[in-house]
């Protein structure tokens, strides 16, 4: 985490494991999340937790001891930075059917998962001719980082990810006897679950990069790395580079989608209303209530005050995406 006068502490996780009693265990993090004070979503589903929160050093510590206590969850992935203000309206604890939507039943990343890769590892592995290299991302996040000679599945949500796989198998896999799989994703819960998903489909030899994007540009950096551009997060930083430093992109408050340091300066662009990739699908009425929030998102700030309209991670806080956070 950064140094410097930041007293928010904003933490992304998640854990595949098996849990009986999910209701159960809704009451215990809602009870300990109240107490510790801090905001945020996260998602409890037979195959585990996954989620991002925000608050003092003391109650994020407190809640991840909670969870790294509950069944299978002592190895709990999590990821950490800091905010100056939290990026969260409430704390909600939501019982799903998947902590990451697929919609494949019978899929099981605890037990069936690809072998993991280090980032240390990963460049040797995607330069080799044999290794089919795919971004099991969206299609916006896609757009603005991914690594050299990925496949792009142009897909709008994880739950298309499948589907995208059966009718593009025979392409991708045509005329390797042995074919070798690649796959990655932010900070590792898409991959992990697409490698047991291709692994249930007969695809042997499948990888995926351990601790995702964000662990390979923390500890990766090589001038001739294979990643190119920056990787989209799910909180208050928008996007990051190589060692984790902020990126170029802000976030279009109007359709949650990250704006080019290109876009940024076109006259379709205007804060807090509209960007380039919205404008022809927002109405008068919709843009006056846009410019009526950053109306008073800018008095706000003049007056000293951190208004939650102006932070990216409310909107996310409101409609969890494929990933709650970062991962």
């Not at 050093?57 to 203000?85: N, T």
């Not at 939501?94 to 072998?115: F, S, Y």
């Not at 994880?158 to 994703?185: H, I």
Request: include cysteine.
């Amino acid at each position: 985490m950064s140094e410097g006068p930041q007293p928010v502490v904003v933490a992304a996780l998640y854990r595949f494991s098996r849990f009986e009693d999910c209701p159960a265990l809704k009451a215990g993090l809602d009870a300990v999340c109240a107490g510790a004070g801090v905001r945020g979503t996260l998602l409890v589903a037979p195959e585990g937790v996954n989620g991002t929160i925000a608050g003092s050093l003391a109650g994020i510590e407190a809640v991840l001891a909670h969870i790294r206590a509950l069944p299978g969850c002592a190895d709990l992935s999590v990821k950490l930075s800091q905010a100056e203000v939290t990026p969260f309206l409430r704390m909600k604890v939501r019982l799903k059917r998947e902590i990451v939507t697929m919609g494949q039943p019978g899929i099981d990343p605890l037990k069936d998962a690809g072998a993991y890769v280090t980032a240390g590892d990963w460049d040797a592995l995607i330069a080799d001719p044999d290794t089919i290299l795919i971004d099991t991302r969206n299609d916006y996040e896609v757009r603005i980082g991914t690594f050299a000679g990925a496949v792009n599945p142009q897909t709008a949500s994880f739950r298309e990810f499948p589907d995208w796989f059966r009718a593009n198998r025979q392409v991708l896999l045509e005329g390797r006897s042995a074919p070798k799989v690649a796959m990655f994703c932010t900070g590792g819960i898409r991959c992990e679950k697409a490698t047991a998903f291709l692994k249930s489909e007969g695809v042997e030899a499948v990888y995926h990069l351990d601790g995702g994007i964000l662990k390979y540009l923390e500890t990766v950096s090589r001038p001739d790395s294979a990643w190119r551009g920056e990787c989209f997060v799910f909180d208050q930083r928008v996007a990051v580079g190589p060692g984790l430093a902020p990126g170029s992109h802000v976030l279009c408050h109007a359709c949650r989608m990250p704006v080019t340091p290109e876009d940024q300066t076109s006259p379709l662009y205007q804060p807090g209303i509209q960007c380039p990739a919205c404008h022809d699908h927002r109405d008068a009425r919709q843009r006056a209530g846009y410019a009526e929030r950053q109306r008073q998102v800018t008095l706000a700030a003049e007056r000293g005050i951190a208004h939650l309209g102006s932070l990216p991670g409310t909107g996310f806080d409101e409609t969890p995406c494929d990933e709650t956070g970062v991962l």
